[in-house]
């Protein structure tokens, strides 16, 4: 069973068109949560942590939030830099999973 | 600067022929680990490591070895590659001082096994 599932599995926005990506995660002892961006051909790069339901965290256009079953990164604004790969992440104790990710292309 | 280095970067490769792909890091983290990514399958933890002589399995660790001698160097080995070890492999490392690990990853390597 799949500990992380992410959701859509592509995004195809409009510059300024904001946007919601999903992350849904199963594990029980919830040592943090966290979401990277990957852009093609590169490691992927660390964006947010969130350790507990109602937690929040911004960067530029981008904010993430969680609850006890999901978490969401929000896309304000985007601008077709913004296009990558973004992935969610949890830790239970000392191992990680990660979700397929959510490829979101930006038209100008 | 602050990084994780990976090599060889591109890798083709002979059924059954050992070989290890070199993992470093320079920020002194104790947390280390390897992925493998498939397409549709994201990320999947193959071994991670908390410190030196430390090591553990992840999700898929049948097929590789790895070892943890020194605090910077974190090996990934295939004693015998098999194509379905085809992939895109990232290793990465995090502090733990926290127990929350904030993982800086490498560039990856593309292994392609004939």
């Known amino acids: 069973e799949d500990q992380v599932t992410q959701s859509p599995e592509a995004l195809r926005l409009q510059e300024g068109e904001s946007s919601s990506l999903n992350c849904s995660y199963t594990v029980s002892g919830l040592r943090g949560l966290f979401w990277y961006r990957q852009d093609p051909g590169k490691g992927p790069e660390f964006l947010f942590t969130?350790?507990?339901a109602g937690e929040e965290k911004e960067k530029e256009r981008l904010k993430a939030t969680l609850t006890k079953k999901e978490s969401f990164l929000h896309i304000t604004a985007p601008k077709p830099e913004d296009s990558a790969t973004y992935l969610c992440?949890?830790?239970?104790?000392?191992?990680?999973?990660f979700g397929a990710g959510t490829t979101v292309t930006v038209r100008a | 600067e602050a990084q994780v280095t990976q090599n060889p970067r591109y890798l083709i490769t002979v059924t059954g022929k050992k070989l290890t792909v070199t993992c470093s890091q320079n920020m002194n983290h104790e947390y280390m680990s390897w992925y493998r990514q498939d397409p549709g399958l994201g990320l999947r933890q193959i071994y991670y490591?908390?410190?030196?002589?430390?090591?553990d399995k992840g999700d898929v660790p049948e097929g590789y070895k790895v070892s943890r001698k020194e605090k910077r160097n974190f090996p990934l080995i295939l004693e015998s590659p098999s194509p379905n070890q085809t992939s895109l492999y990232f290793c990465?490392?995090?502090?733990?001082?926290?127990?929350?690990?904030?993982?800086?990853f490498g560039p990856g390597t593309r292994l392609t096994v004939t």
């Open positions: 990465a490392s995090s502090f733990s001082g926290t127990g929350v690990y904030e993982q800086y």
């Open positions: 490591s908390m410190n030196v002589e430390v090591t």
């Open positions: 992440a949890v830790q239970e104790d000392y191992k990680l999973s």
């Open positions: 969130l350790y507990s």
